[in-house]
């Protein structure tokens, strides 16, 4: 009887235990755990939190003593998450408020080997925004941000949290593209079937005077178009330099768009690669549109959509190289799904819808000098030298 009832308590604590260890097993782990550092700023401090443009630990919480403000310049603060799995859900929360209802508030996350994401909030109260992203086949990182895209008032971010919320599905690969149209730029002399020039004073203040001379723009059979700026009075002004288009020659609506260049940065240069739709002469500008996949000026890189009522989306950076080339791409997909890369990383998303990017576009590439945004460049030397290696359209 002794025997029977020990084999009974056993049998009994045995599958008590298995019980306990399945439901353990069924638990979710990473995603109980808050994968922020500093989440809600309570340390005083913003590290590990990076600052651009001034944000600030300040009062005025979510919850506990402290937040974080971003300045009345444009500005963020950001934190780079480590230690990610791959191929992996996680949601992204964080509690907003601004200073005035005209201000725009967003928490994003970008470099986790996905698209660049964000939402929005222009409410003077605390709101919460919650975004749900995948991290890439091979990313094991992700940088989430709190921005406020415009000057003056406030935007107060606090309580962050990142958990995992599980494995992805495999993705389905995405169509192929093919080229449509290109400039390989080896020839001798520019291709006039596919270029055309800006001639003269054209915009924004700018100290140059633009020419369709060989001095300024050409090509030299070495695999690149150069666009030479020249310190020399021309026509009353101080400075030459090139303005090229595809206006009238070719146009695009949706595609890839792709430029390999090394861009000049001293002080009063002003190089772009940008986009104006067609319809330019006819509804005039801003009411074309205009995106902007590369421009620079003043040591910082720019990633700018402009709508057709002039309201602008842009990402900034710093960026000083003048030595490399690098690529700057465009994800043209629909009127509602615009991207900007450079080396592949994502700088901007455009998710408007503004009827201006369901149109076609034509392509410029100019080198400004000085003006409304390229600064002083009388301490700089001269001549500068933008150099474009190709650009490529994909459909």
């Not at 309570?42 to 944000?55: F, M, Q, R």
């Not at 003077?124 to 094991?140: D, K, R, V």
């Not at 690669?273 to 009411?287: E, H």
Request: charged share 15%.
């Amino acid at each position: 009887m002794k025997s029977k009832q020990s084999l009974f308590v056993i049998t009994t604590l045995v599958i008590g235990f298995v019980l306990i260890a399945s439901l353990i097993a069924f638990m979710p782990g990473q995603a109980a755990t808050n994968l922020v550092v500093n989440p809600g700023f309570e340390t005083g401090s913003l590290s590990p939190w990076t600052s651009w443009n001034n944000s600030v630990v300040t009062g005025n919480a979510h919850s506990g003593t402290y937040s974080m403000r971003d300045g009345t310049a444009a500005g963020s603060g950001e934190q780079t998450i480590t230690g990610l799995l791959a191929n992996e859900n996680y949601l992204l929360t964080g509690w907003v408020k601004t200073s005035k209802s005209t201000v725009t508030a967003q928490v994003g996350v970008k470099n986790f080997g996905g698209t660049e994401t964000y939402k929005t909030s222009k409410s003077t109260s605390w709101t919460q925004l919650s975004i749900n992203f995948t991290t890439g086949p091979s990313s094991t990182s992700a940088t989430i941000y709190c921005y406020k895209p415009t000057t003056n008032n406030y935007v107060y971010c606090d309580d962050f949290s990142l958990t995992d919320v599980g494995s992805a599905p495999t993705p389905t690969p995405a169509p192929t593209k093919v080229l449509v149209w290109s400039d390989e730029f080896n020839d001798t002399v520019k291709d006039t079937s596919k270029w055309g020039y800006e001639i003269g004073y054209i915009r924004n203040n700018e100290a140059q005077y633009y020419t369709n001379l060989a001095t300024n723009s050409y090509e030299d059979g070495s695999g690149v178009l150069t666009i030479k700026a020249i310190r020399e009075s021309y026509q009353g002004y101080a400075y030459t330099s090139a303005s090229l288009n595809t206006k009238g020659k070719a146009s695009w609506t949706y595609g890839r768009f792709e430029m390999r260049a090394r861009i000049p940065t001293a002080l009063g240069t002003w190089p772009a690669w940008w986009w104006l739709g067609t319809n330019v002469d006819t509804v005039g500008w801003p009411a074309c549109g205009e995106i902007d996949m590369m421009e620079f000026y003043r040591s910082i890189s720019l990633y700018n959509v402009m709508d057709s009522g002039q309201h602008w989306f842009g990402y900034n950076e710093a960026f000083t190289d003048s030595t490399n080339y690098h690529v700057w791409r465009m994800e043209w997909a629909a009127a509602n799904n615009i991207k900007l890369y450079r080396d592949d990383v994502l700088k901007l998303t455009y998710t408007g819808g503004d009827a201006a990017f369901s149109r076609p576009a034509y392509l410029l590439i100019n080198l400004a000098i000085g003006g409304s945004q390229g600064g002083d460049p009388s301490g700089t030397t001269f001549p500068q030298y933008y150099y474009i290696d190709y650009i490529r359209i994909y459909q």
